[in-house]
């Protein structure tokens, strides 16, 4: 009998439980900010690794009639855990230690949650559903992968055209700054030919709303603890930040399109996207390790998205794989044999 999909009970536990962890935290210190921050910085890995579980495919068609209520609840939460964690890491309520295990308990949530949640909400139909999106990545300060991510690596996946598309042997913290600010350019001239082709239709600049809501959120950090409130803010953004782009690094990693006869790239396929199997980090990260079905339909729910015998799979969980990308050297050296593997499928020569 082959595995069954992840209910969306598992998904509702995995994606919440940190919100209330970290807010109880802010309030009564302590154990709760140890159990904020393990809950997402190990107790996903041990879960992964103790329990060698692979949850099967949702049936063609499948509806989740929930699934858009737990983003927006996991929305909701980012834009109360910000301003919360900024309050309590400014205020004189908690020690040093519990202020450090606060930061690193809403940024790894930030990075681990509020992202996939930001980015299926940008896929999803709906004015409403968009604009939470919007609001949690520019809350975030990264409002323009908004527009990069659906109008440009959808598009350019796994080609030279994509900022986000990881080159092999290029270290992630070379690829960082590209992919930052590829994106940011990348994305704002997608809006501008977009606009150009609307004349008339257009509202204001969605890069305008970007800029404005993030330099909003650090004006509400100062307004909460001074300049040092506006530094957390930037701080905690900056690393959610790092963790979304190591993320499309791991997921991209050395994978190109072939050039066909006619010049054009071949159509995006499983092959150009790396996932990972494991439950536990699926269910947290609302099934953003099985990234292949998510470029083949990017309509598709979260939880029906699928495993397929020719997407190319990754040993270790999505977080432990960018812990890994984070050591250049280490990370080049275990990815061979994998690329290798990879361009052994399609008859190509590996990249590296």
């Known amino acids: 009998m082959s595995a069954k999909p992840l209910p969306m009970p598992v998904f509702a536990a995995a994606a919440l439980s940190p919100v209330p962890l970290i807010g109880l935290g802010v309030w009564l210190g302590g154990v709760w900010l140890w159990a904020g921050f393990l809950y997402t910085a190990l107790l996903v890995i041990v879960l992964d690794q103790l329990i060698p579980y692979v949850a099967g495919n949702a049936e063609e068609g499948a509806e989740f009639p929930a699934a858009d209520a737990l983003l927006v609840a996991v929305g909701l939460g980012v834009v109360l855990l910000l301003p919360l964690t900024v309050w309590g890491i400014t205020s004189d309520h908690l020690d040093t230690g519990e202020k450090v295990l606060l930061f690193f308990g809403t940024s790894t949530f930030l990075g681990h949650v509020g992202h996939p949640c930001a980015h299926e909400l940008i896929h999803r139909p709906g004015r409403t559903l968009y604009r939470l999106g919007v609001l949690v990545y520019s809350m975030m300060l990264f409002g323009h992968h908004a527009s990069a991510h659906r109008l440009v690596h959808h598009v350019h996946v796994a080609t030279e055209k994509d900022p986000n598309s990881a080159r092999a042997g290029e270290s992630f913290w070379r690829f960082a700054p590209r992919a930052f600010w590829g994106g940011f350019l990348a994305g704002k001239a997608a809006e501008d030919a977009l606009r150009a082709r609307r004349r008339g239709q257009n509202g204001v600049h969605p890069y305008v709303w970007y800029l404005g809501i993030g330099g909003a959120c650090l004006i509400l950090g100062a307004a909460i603890g001074g300049p040092f409130g506006a530094l957390i803010w930037l701080l905690l953004a900056a690393h959610a930040q790092m963790q979304q782009l190591l993320g499309d690094y791991v997921q991209h990693y050395g994978l ?22 494991h439950w536990f980090s699926s269910a947290l990260m609302l099934n953003a390790p099985r990234h292949s079905d998510h470029h083949a339909h990017p309509a598709r729910p979260y939880p029906a998205l699928r495993l397929t015998e020719d997407a190319p799979l990754l040993p270790w969980p999505l977080p432990v794989a960018c812990a890994l990308a984070m050591a250049p050297r280490l990370w080049h050296r275990l990815m061979k044999r994998h690329l290798r593997r990879w361009a052994a499928t399609a008859g190509q020569e590996p990249a590296q």
């Open 256 to 277: 190109t399109r072939a050039r066909l006869p006619d010049g054009r790239y071949e159509p995006v396929g499983p092959r150009h996207s790396w996932n990972t199997p």
